[in-house]
């Protein structure tokens, strides 16, 4: 349903340059992860696992990089996009907010089957939608490809380590998902209130403390400054 | 006495432990959390030397902050109010980030370890910089220099430290230089206009500089100037980096140097372009190096002493340190070897205990192994529960085979004992390598680091003979004991050490003395009766990316994942199938 969409944020050469060294960065921080939750499992067979998950993940992230730098090569101009469509975006196909360390092996793979599953279906339709750019489209199909095999492995798993409730961790991880992205959202516009705060504050409040600021930095004398002896004193003080 | 040191909050966070005066424990936050340059609270250093020294929170008698979290938000605050109305966009970013968590130190520490506020103290950031460089330094009355980006307000400071026979000691900052006037920063805006990170990539502009001529001096000099009083000023129509948080350097800056390069773009020093940056970074460097010698030898002529000690992220500069050793007067430089961040730490740990309680002086241990040390029979058991074959022999056997892998050209992970306090590996989490042939650097750039051709690697080599294959001027071989200088490689040993000999002849070692790491000693020994050089590459053990690892787990990842050949952690070497002979492999199969 969204493919006309897709297809009118891929059509800017610029923004697809953007997005393809973004899921560079998206997938080797993803890599970065799932090393992680190989090196803290105790169980060897996920050891193993995780393991060629995060060198396919790496080797993701250097395949969308080398993509992205050959057609910034062959950008007339390098003007910033007029939108790139990622504020909102979630970390995606990478491990965003995700705690390695805090997580248990079945909300590790519970999490990771979901992520690769709506991963999977977005570069189904990126792959799609890139028909026309052949070697970008083979890199989806490549992609889509292992992450055939991270899902299969990540469900697999999870029955084996959890047989009686890897549903109710599939389920758990979905409302998981839906909470972190109302917080993404949540904070984003938070964020976005707070700056409107703080601009009126600056343009409001600021200007007079600005003047005088100004007059005192013209009054300081550029060179070495002489540190006096009572800097050298009390460790209590913050200020 | 008890004494916590925490740096926190801008780049490469870190704990340490000083107990009784002397440092128990030291680690940065990355090499536990796994991100590279993390600047997050360090909760996970903190706990682990708790841990590690059996000591509970409530039992320390002061921890200490290393800087005044409200002296740098003054300096965020008048800073965007001084660029007032350019700094609009920035100024909501600066003080969503200071007011987010970074003023409220004192409320974190407390909270997370449940000590009272009034045990929580605070050095200013220089004053870190000037402990860890002077407390851990042998030496008893010595200059003292500390630059970097920024501190609160300082970038620059002189100052000396002096021990006294009755055992006080007394570190004393006399002047400093401000804030945005600061040779880190001028460091780092070129580091971004070569489009390497800043904070990481000050290094790779050190190794290009090695490419270049220095040609762009005059336009540097416009950037930078000199003061009357032998300081310096920064001409900030050239920088954004005061007012923005967004980009460094400003369009007059980019009108004087030209394009800026693209990060995604690589280096090709065939091209005008390539040729261009090289010399751009071969001009920053001689500019910085200029400024740094002559502030040091009016610092020299001031003081009049023998030793300096150098502080502060510059302080990694082993082109720079060279030369201030061979031009500045002083006869000693001291580096320690986390001078950056994450060594004020323990500076700020060592500045409580002997200046604001006025603990007598003791000896610091002289070596960086303050981190985590390694299970010796973990890679045993990782190994044997993947299936790969492994070897677990004596001390002797151990070294005698991986000289033997050395010399067959295999690439060597070699893990032993603690970790290294800082960002050099100094022999106990290294990567190991024959360094005679320039195809074996090229190898492990392709298949290991996966970096720029134009970085070197540095060599480890034996203190007794280092200056049988590289240039030591007196003083030499110190600043070479944690890696802190630069030196030429003699002439005749250039074709026989290709892999570490940087293209200007010159290379980062380290000069080792048996009592910092005796296996790698015997391993250089062992070599040498192999190769007839004791001389090894040695890089930190890490893939681009990574930090450097910890423990044996994160080394074996490494190892599987990366062009390294053999894996040596404790007393078990691991060797991979491909890395075999075929007859070899027949056997372990």
Known sequence: MLAPIHRWVWRDQERRVQKLLRFGQTETDGGHDILRAAEMTPDPLLRRLYLKHAIDEYRHGEMFRRRGTDLLHTLSSR?????????????????????????????????????????????????????????????????????????????????????????????RARLSRLWKGYLRIATALAGVMGTLFLILQYFILLPPFALL??????????????ISPDRNGSLNRQY | MKILGISAHYHDSAAALVIDGLPVCAVQEERLSRRKNDAAFPLQAIEWCLEHACVEPESLDAVVFYERPMLKFDRVLTCALRAFPRSWRAFPAAMKNSLGEKVWVRGIISSHLGVPGQKILFTEHHQAHAAAAFLAAPTHHAAILTTDGVGEWATLTNGEGKRFENGKTNITLHRE???????????????????????????????????????????????????????????????DFHTTAKSSYSSRFVELFGPPRNSYDPIDLETSDGQRFADCAASVQRVLEDTLVDIARALHQATGLPDLCLGGGVALNGVANARLLAESGFERVFV?????????????????????????????????????????????????????????????????????????????????????????????????????????????????????????????????????????????????????????????????????????????????????????????????????????????????????????????????????????AGSTRLVKREALPTKTKEAVA
């Open chain 1, 79 to 171: 003007s910033e996009p007029a939108f790139q469509a990622n504020w909102l975006a979630p970390g995606g196909h990478g491990l965003d907010d995700l705690n390695v360390e805090d997580e248990s092996d079945k909300e590790l793979l519970a999490f990771l089957h979901l992520s690769e599953k709506a991963a999977a279906s977005r570069f189904t339709v990126y792959r799609d939608v890139l028909r026309s750019d052949e070697p970008t489209c083979a890199i989806f199909e490549e992609i889509l490809h292992d992450e055939v095999f991270h899902m299969s492995y990540t469900l697999t798993q999870l029955a084996r380590i959890s047989p009686q409730h890897h549903r109710q961790h599939i389920w």
């Open chain 1, 213 to 226: 600021a100004k007059r005192a930095a013209r009054r300081e004398q550029p060179g070495w400054i002489p």
């Open chain 2, 177 to 239: 230089v401000r804030f945005p006037h600061s040779l880190g920063m001028l460091y780092s805006t070129f580091t971004a206009y070569l489009g390497f990170p800043v904070n990481e990539g000050e290094y790779k502009l050190m190794g290009l500089a090695g490419y270049g001529r220095p040609t762009m001096i005059d336009k540097v000099r416009k950037l930078i100037q000199r003061t009357d009083d032998g300081a310096f000023q920064l001409d900030l129509n050239y920088f």
């Open chain 2, 336 to 568: 320690p070897p986390a001078p950056g961040d994450a060594g004020c730490a323990l500076g700020a740990a060592l500045y409580a205990d002997r200046i604001h309680f006025g603990n007598p002086d003791r000896e610091v241990p002289d070596h960086p192994f303050l981190g985590p040390s390694i299970d010796d029979k973990e890679l045993a058991r990782l190994a044997g529960e993947d299936g790969h074959a492994f070897d677990d022999c004596d001390d002797n056997a151990l070294i005698e085979q991986t000289a033997d892998d050395l010399a067959a050209d295999r690439i060597v992970g070699w893990i032993d004992g603690a970790l290294e306090f800082g960002p050099r590996a100094l022999g106990h989490r290294s990567i190991l390598a024959a360094p005679h042939s320039a195809a074996m650097r090229d190898r492990i750039n392709r298949e290991i680091k996966y970096r720029e051709e134009f970085r070197p690697f540095a060599p480890v080599v034996p203190i007794e003979v280092a200056d049988h294959y590289f240039e030591l001027p007196p003083g030499g071989k110190r600043l070479a004991r944690f890696m802190s200088g630069v030196f030429r490689v003699r002439p005749e040993w250039r074709s026989r050490l290709e892999a570490v000999t940087h293209v200007d002849g010159t290379a980062r070692l380290q000069a080792l003395e048996r009592a910092m790491a005796p296996r790698l000693y015997d391993l250089l020994l062992a070599y040498e009766r192999r190769s007839g050089i004791p001389v090894l590459l040695n890089t930190s053990f890490n893939l681009a990316g990574d930090p450097i690892v910890a423990r044996v787990v994160e080394g074996y990842s490494t190892f599987l994942r990366s062009g390294i050949d053999v894996l040596v």
